[in-house]
């Protein structure tokens, strides 16, 4: 869970919300240490699901990079996630003061 919800954060917090899969990844492996396996079994379930979506750059050099977009379900999705987080680091500090 924490994977998918690096992997949603990364591509929200974007300014143009279109980051590249490789800021993507970078990002999400600093945060929670997830490796190349592990991404693309997530990158791929979110994309059959159709919480994100990728698109190829334009220029021929970048094509290996699609950008990546958080859609409607996916803004859903991560808000479902942050809200669950934010419980249950809520209810950890309530039984560890």
Do not use: C, Y
Request: hydrophobic fraction near 35%; glycine fraction near 6%; avoid cysteine.
């Amino acid at each position: 869970m924490n994977t998918v919800l690096a992997i949603l954060e990364e591509v929200a917090k974007e300014p143009d919300g279109k980051p590249t899969s490789a800021s993507v990844r970078r990002g999400v492996a600093d945060k929670v240490g997830a490796g190349k396996v592990e991404q693309d079994f997530h990158l791929s379930l979110l994309e059959s699901a159709g919480f994100i979506r990728f698109e190829k750059q334009s220029l021929e050099m970048q094509r290996d990079n699609p950008l990546v977009v958080l859609t409607w379900t996916g803004h859903d999705l991560l808000d479902k996630l942050e809200n669950q987080h934010r419980t249950s680091d809520a209810t950890i500090r309530t039984l560890n003061p």
